[in-house]
T-cell receptor
Framework: GQQLNQSPQSMFIQEGEDVSMNCTSS?????WLWYKQDPGEGPVLLIA?????ELTSNGRLTAQFGITRKDSFLNISASIPSDVGIYFC???????????FGTGTRLTIIP | GAVVSQHPSRVICKSGTSVKIECRSL??????MFWYRQFPKQSLMLMAT?????????EQGVEKDKFLINHASLTLSTLTVTSAHPEDSSFYIC????????????FGPGTRLTVL
């Protein structure tokens, strides 16, 4: 099945640093979502974006829906140890429609 | 609100046996549920879309006779892996649409299947 291209694949950062990751698609989506998955658990929704150009924040997280509707980015400011995990973007064509997931970005915080 | 549970959380079975995994929306009604499979260090891949009261829609390459899906009520969908083989070992995750944000997919905690 289709997957969205997500980069970087992995990140090793120090606590307190800012993080940026992005997701690109060859096709248009009407909704972009960002999820975090901890080991052995299901994904948890972080941010949902519904309109091209939209910039949305959730605490230290900020995400934007690209103007072309083919990309999105997620920023995490002032990273803390609990930010460790795998972040997935997902695109959706319409409100009850299936999600297409990105390849994931694994975030590791170096002590 | 919008809690999704899965049972069992992990299961080990012998090759050739069938395994049933349940997905429940605990505090909302879900007309649509989705089943995903995730292999180690990989992303989630959609297997099928399950609509209450109708046949599931399977993604290309997913055998419908091997992965039986039943969505008999607005709060329960089941995935049965029939005649399981070691290559079916994976992390199976369901999601349900509904809840407070009605078009949002809420994910279950996943079921780790190991086939010996």
């Amino acid at each position: 099945g289709q997957q969205l291209n997500q980069s970087p694949q992995s990140m090793f950062i120090q606590e307190g640093e800012d993080v940026s990751m992005n997701c690109t698609s060859s096709s248009i989506f009407n909704t972009w979502l960002w999820y975090k998955q901890d080991p052995g658990e299901g994904p948890v929704l972080l941010i949902a974006l519904y309109k091209a150009g939209e910039l949305t924040s959730n605490g230290r997280l900020t995400a934007q829906f690209g103007i072309t509707r083919k990309d999105s980015f997620l920023n995490i400011s002032a990273s803390i140890p609990s930010d460790v995990g795998i972040y997935f973007c997902a695109g959706q064509s319409g409100g009850n429609e299936k999600l297409t997931f990105g390849t994931g970005t694994r975030l590791t915080i170096i002590p | 609100g919008a809690v999704v549970s899965q049972h069992p959380s992990r299961v080990i079975c012998k090759s050739g046996t069938s395994v049933k995994i349940e997905c429940r929306s605990l505090d909302f009604q879900a007309t649509t549920m989705f089943w995903y499979r995730q292999f180690p260090k990989q992303s989630l891949m959609l297997m099928a879309t399950s609509n209450e009261g109708s046949k599931a829609t399977y993604e290309q390459g997913v055998e419908k006779d091997k992965f039986l899906i039943n969505h008999a009520s607005l709060t329960l969908s089941t995935l049965t892996v029939t005649s399981a083989h070691p290559e079916d070992s994976s992390f199976y995750i369901c999601s349900a649409v509904g809840g407070r944000l009605k078009d949002t997919q809420y994910f279950g905690p996943g079921t780790r299947l190991t086939v010996l």
